[in-house]
């Protein structure tokens, strides 16, 4: 029997956490589930500990990030035997097939490192926008002829898919290692594909499964948007290390003042001048951080005992 690991990064989730939570423990095999809490403010923890008591809750009292947060879990999962990882966002759930299904689909295309299914809404009436657009609108393969034509096949390779629904291998994970500490939130999904590409596997999405994302509901703030547009788009350009070093400066500064300079002259505002500033101090360390991901191994991961 394949060991799997769920691991949920939480923060003030209780709005979903039953829901996470529950599906998982419904599905039709066994998985660990392993919680991580970057101090979450609402009763998040208190919901785990009173009504999820075998789940391994890790607490931290300050915002670790996604990507470091999803570190910590990955290490003891491989420090524990793990042969697959499933990463769940604490507003996503899971339909009782979805890990059985999609472990049997690596087996069969084990050049695939990451795994995800169709991420629908909470309503399950459509494709999460995100995915839809980034994932299924980008696919390598004409994925939407095929589903129309009746003709799928069980895996589609993809550039992207969002991380709320990620299965991925242990080889893959001891190639590739985890997520780049030079992201702290946003961004972090790309940069992995990007190395588990470099690194020779593949991303994929699977048509017959589904499950949630439950965020149609919730705009994100300005803030988010500028680090989203700004910071975060500029250190994915400049990390993606299948691209030249001196291709990935040019693209990444070149985007960044152009969308910087257009949202000034839109919106009247400065703001932007701070990231292009703070992105000039990054330039040291995402170079250290290109040449380091570049290394096979679990680099970012503590897996020894």
Same mark, same amino acid.
């Given at each position: 029997?394949?060991?799997?690991?769920?691991?949920?990064?939480?923060?003030?989730?209780?709005?979903?956490?039953?829901?996470?939570?529950?599906?998982?423990?419904?599905?039709?095999?066994?998985?660990?589930?392993?919680?991580?809490?970057?101090n979450?403010?609402?009763?998040?923890?208190?919901?785990?500990?009173?009504?999820?008591?075998?789940?391994?809750?890790?607490?931290?009292?300050?915002?670790?990030?996604?990507?470091?947060?999803?570190?910590?879990?990955?290490?003891?999962?491989?420090?524990?035997?793990?042969?697959?990882?499933?990463?769940?966002?604490?507003?996503?759930?899971?339909?009782?097939?979805?890990?059985?299904?999609?472990?049997?689909?690596?087996?069969?295309?084990?050049?695939?490192?990451?795994?995800?299914?169709?991420?629908?809404?909470a309503p399950?009436?459509? &494709?999460?926008?995100?995915? $839809?657009? /980034?994932?299924?609108?980008? %696919?390598?393969? *004409?994925? !939407?002829?095929?589903?129309?034509?009746?003709?799928?096949?069980?895996?589609?390779?993809?550039?992207?898919?969002?991380?709320?629904?990620?299965?991925?291998s242990?080889?893959?994970?001891?190639?590739?290692?985890?997520?780049?500490?030079?992201?702290?939130?946003?961004?972090?999904?790309?940069?992995?594909?990007?190395?588990?590409?470099?690194?020779?596997?593949?991303?994929?999405?699977?048509?017959?499964?589904?499950?949630?994302?439950?965020?149609?509901?919730?705009?994100?703030?300005?803030?988010?948007?500028?680090? &989203?547009?700004?910071?975060? $788009?500029? /250190?994915?350009?400049?990390? %993606?290390?299948? *691209?030249? !070093?001196?291709?990935?400066?040019?693209?990444?500064?070149?985007?960044?003042?152009i969308?910087?300079?257009?949202?000034?002259?839109?919106?009247?505002?400065?703001?932007?001048?701070?990231?292009?500033?703070?992105?000039?101090?990054?330039f040291?360390?995402?170079?250290h951080?290109?040449?380091?991901?570049?290394?096979?191994?679990?680099?970012?991961?503590?897996?020894?005992?």
């Amino acid at each position: 029997m394949d060991n799997l690991y769920v691991i949920i990064v939480t923060y003030n989730g209780a709005k979903w956490i039953h829901k996470c939570l529950n599906s998982i423990y419904e599905s039709t095999i066994t998985s660990t589930i392993l919680v991580v809490d970057n101090n979450s403010s609402d009763n998040t923890v208190q919901i785990i500990k009173a009504d999820y008591p075998s789940v391994i809750l890790f607490e931290y009292h300050k915002n670790l990030g996604f990507g470091k947060a999803n570190n910590i879990g990955i290490g003891y999962a491989l420090r524990h035997q793990a042969d697959y990882v499933y990463l769940l966002n604490q507003d996503a759930w899971v339909e009782p097939d979805t890990f059985d299904t999609l472990i049997k689909i690596q087996k069969s295309n084990t050049q695939y490192g990451v795994l995800s299914p169709m991420q629908l809404n909470a309503p399950k009436d459509k &494709l999460d926008d995100y995915f $839809a657009a /980034l994932s299924i609108g980008k %696919n390598k393969d *004409n994925i !939407l002829s095929d589903i129309y034509l009746q003709k799928c096949k069980e895996v589609y390779e993809v550039d992207f898919v969002m991380a709320a629904h990620w299965l991925i291998s242990k080889e893959c994970l001891m190639n590739t290692g985890g997520f780049s500490p030079v992201f702290y939130h946003y961004g972090e999904d790309n940069n992995f594909l990007h190395r588990i590409h470099f690194h020779g596997y593949k991303s994929g999405v699977c048509p017959y499964l589904i499950a949630v994302h439950d965020r149609e509901d919730r705009k994100r703030k300005p803030n988010e948007i500028f680090y &989203l547009k700004y910071t975060s $788009a500029f /250190l994915v350009d400049f990390n %993606n290390i299948n *691209n030249t !070093l001196a291709k990935a400066f040019i693209k990444a500064y070149a985007n960044l003042i152009i969308d910087e300079v257009t949202c000034m002259i839109k919106y009247k505002s400065l703001k932007p001048l701070i990231y292009i500033c703070k992105s000039i101090f990054v330039f040291a360390k995402s170079r250290h951080n290109r040449k380091t991901t570049q290394n096979k191994g679990p680099v970012f991961l503590e897996i020894t005992e």
